[in-house]
Every structure is written in structure tokens, then in C-alpha cells.
């Protein structure tokens, strides 16, 4: 059994779409209990956070970082981080944006150091880039050539039912069921 959370933002429905991704992946993995919680909602969630084995943090690239809702969730947690309270919680990450880079890594990479601020263990995306030979498309997963975590892009004319596409939501769900099959390996047996 493993509890997998998933924190995240979205301004306007992409990195929703996203997150709904990771969850399934997550929850593919059997015995796996996902709770998925809003960034602006979390202290209501706090419990869950706490009991989680694992965290995924999710957020949109607002100028080239985490959007500022998600920032707020962050420095909110400095009082998590005064205890140590996630401390060894799994935790990845995944962001979403217009552009095909969109400086996504940089998300990335404040979300990672986020984790490692709460002393959590960083779990990479995985999965090889693909998109990147003439022999490979933008259909598959991993298009965006990511390692660090999943990134998904979505076209600033289309909403969340046609954006991120299908290859970048795959993405995502490898991205959670990778985290989920880890924190059931490393969850204390029941
Ligand atoms: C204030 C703002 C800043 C943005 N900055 C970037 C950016 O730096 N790079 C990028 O590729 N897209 C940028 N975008 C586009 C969003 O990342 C994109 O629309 C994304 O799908 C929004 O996700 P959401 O629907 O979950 O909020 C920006 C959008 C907004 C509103």
C-alpha cells in the first residue's frame, strides 16, 4: 500500500488536465491511493500531505517559473520545513506551458529543490526522450526531451479539453505511476 499526493496549480485548466494525468498513472499501480489537492487548498489537506509516502508537485510556467499560486503554497510550508515533517516523501514534479521549452526547466528545477529543502527524495521522469531523430514524431511521449520531471505544453488558442495532447498526458501518467511503484516498494509493509 502507498499514499501518492498531488499538489498543484493551474490558472486556467491545462496543468489540471496534467495533475488528472499523474493521478491515473498513480493510481494504475494497484494498492495505490491518490489524493490530488490544489495548491490555494492545501492546509485543509494537511493531514493527507502528512501521511503521504510520496508527493508530486505540479505547477503551470508563469515567466519561465512555478506561477505564483504555486510560490504561495511553497513558502507556506516553511513551517513544514522547520520540522522536517516530509523529510525521505518521495516527491517529483511536472509543469506545463504555452511555448515548446517556455523555459519549463527552470519549473522544474525550483520544484526539485523545493523537495530537497524538505530533506524528500527526488524521483526523476525515467522515461527516454523521444521527438528527436526522423525516425521518432511529436506524438510520442516524452517529446519535450525531459528528465527531470514531466512537462507538458499546451497551444495558448486551445483549452484543456484539446491541450496538453494526448503524448504529453501519457507523459504525465508514467510520471505518476514510476513515483507510485517506488513508494510501494519503499512503504513499510502493512
Ligand atoms: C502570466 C503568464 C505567464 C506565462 N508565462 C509563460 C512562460 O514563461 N512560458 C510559456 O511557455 N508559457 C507561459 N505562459 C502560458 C501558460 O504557461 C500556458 O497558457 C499554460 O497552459 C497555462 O496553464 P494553466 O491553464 O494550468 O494555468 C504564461 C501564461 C501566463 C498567464
Known amino acids: 500500500m502507498a499514499n501518492v499526493a498531488i499538489v498543484y496549480h493551474s490558472g486556467f485548466g491545462h496543468t489540471a488536465v496534467q495533475a488528472d494525468s499523474v493521478a491515473t498513472g498513480a493510481r494504475s499501480v494497484p494498492g495505490t491511493t491518490v489524493t490530488l489537492i490544489k495548491a490555494e487548498e492545501w492546509e485543509a ?19 519561465g517559473s512555478v506561477s505564483a499560486q504555486f510560490k504561495t503554497f511553497m513558502d507556506a ?21 504555452a511555448s515548446q521549452s517556455g523555459d519549463k526547466l527552470n519549473s522544474l528545477i525550483q520544484l526539485a529543490i523545493f523537495g530537497a529543502q524538505h530533506g524528500m527524495i527526488w524521483v526523476s521522469l525515467g522515461e527516454l526522450p523521444q521527438n528527436n531523430s526522423s525516425q521518432s514524431s511529436p506524438d510520442t511521449v516524452n517529446r519535450l526531451g525531459s528528465f ?13 479539453d484539446l491541450a496538453p495532447p494526448p503524448a504529453d498526458r501519457k ?20
Request: no cysteine; charged share 20%; net charge positive.
Open 45 to 63: 489537506q494537511a493531514e493527507a500531505l502528512d501521511a503521504a509516502d510520496a508527493i508530486i508537485f505540479g505547477a503551470p510556467t508563469y515567466m
Open 77 to 97: 510550508t516553511g513551517k513544514i520545513w522547520y520540522t522536517q515533517k516530509w523529510k525521505d516523501k518521495l516527491a517529483a514534479g511536472f509543469t506545463n506551458s
Open 148 to 160: 527531470l520531471g514531466a512537462m507538458a505544453q499546451s497551444n495558448n488558442d486551445q483549452g484543456p
Open 171 to 190: 507523459t504525465a501518467e508514467i510520471l505518476g505511476a514510476r513515483v507510485a511503484t517506488l513508494a510501494k516498494k519503499l512503504a513499510p509493509a502493512a
